[in-house]
């Protein structure tokens, strides 16, 4: 397997956990505002990462990145899998395009 898949993978596996990460969260403290949700989404976090999560716009726009180039790198393979994984990785990141709205 070449090192762009790998590379691809583990920028998908990122993005991923992310957005997987938060959806779980939100749906965990479905009786939060979205203020107290995030406040008490940012106390569980790690102090190292709190910095990462307190711009919201910031870490939507990081996850949109790893999200493009991962998509990049599986189009680029040319192998059918790759393809599909491409569009799905592009799709997520479109969705995050509407996380920041």
């Given at each position: 397997m070449k090192i762009s898949i790998v590379i691809a993978f583990l920028l998908l596996i990122a993005g991923m956990a992310q957005i997987t990460d938060w959806v779980i969260f939100s749906l965990q403290h479905k009786t939060l505002d979205l203020f107290q949700l995030n406040a008490v989404y940012l106390k569980r976090l790690p102090s190292f990462l709190q910095f990462y999560f307190r711009n919201?716009?910031?870490s939507t726009l990081?996850?949109?990145t790893l999200?493009?180039?991962s998509g990049i790198l599986f189009i680029r393979a040319r192998k059918k899998?790759?393809?599909a994984l491409g569009v799905f990785t592009?799709?997520?990141a479109?969705?995050?395009l509407f996380s920041l709205m």
């Open positions: 919201p716009v910031f990081v996850c949109m999200l493009t180039i899998i790759f393809l592009l799709i997520m479109f969705w995050q």
